[in-house]
């Protein structure tokens, strides 16, 4: 083991170790889009379907899901990893729409990527705000699947592709 010098070093070091999928969060409202790559993302119920997402409370995405109180939950595949780069700068919002992927909107207008393996479009069930972030609590709308696709992972700083341990 190694041993870190603050709680906060030995917090971020010990998530790192937490393989999760990569997600864009993506919002709509009045014309305007926001997006980010995030991997705080979760199942919550089944019944009724649902999720939550943890966004910072100064990104442009938050500002876009408290507007329109809806949001899409996008699983990246691991042949588009370039799209996390586009969505993690603080650029302009359509430049990062426009600089990886194909984008339809849903029925009630969030924006859903086409290559994603899942795609979930959620309104917004409840929340909560913690330290500088907040909590989305959504209920699932829309579903789309591409389950022939493979989802991007995100661990020890670095994107990996799924590969099965044992040959079927």
Not at 28 to 39: E, K, L, N, P
Not at 149 to 162: D, E, T
Request: hydrophobic residues 45%; aromatic residues 8%; glycine residues 6%.
């Amino acid at each position: 083991m190694v041993a870190m010098t603050t709680k906060e070093d030995m917090f971020k070091t010990g998530m790192q170790l937490l393989a999760a999928t990569v997600t864009l969060i993506t919002s709509s409202v009045d014309g305007r889009r926001a997006g980010m790559a995030a991997t705080a993302v979760s199942s919550l119920t089944v019944d009724p379907p649902s999720l939550l997402i943890c966004t910072n409370r100064t990104s442009r995405t938050y500002g876009v899901i408290m507007d329109s109180r809806r949001f899409a939950v996008n699983l990246i595949p691991d042949t588009l990893p370039e799209i996390v780069a586009a969505f993690a700068s603080k650029g302009d919002s359509e430049e990062q729409f426009r600089a990886a992927g194909t984008w339809s909107t849903s029925e009630s207008g969030m924006p859903i990527l086409g290559e994603a393996v899942a795609a979930f479009s959620c309104k917004v069930d409840n929340w909560a705000n913690t330290k500088t972030h907040a909590v989305f609590f959504g209920m699932v709308e829309e579903v789309w699947l591409r389950p022939e696709a493979s989802p991007l992972i995100y661990a020890r700083k670095s994107l990996h592709r799924v590969e099965p341990l044992h040959a079927a």
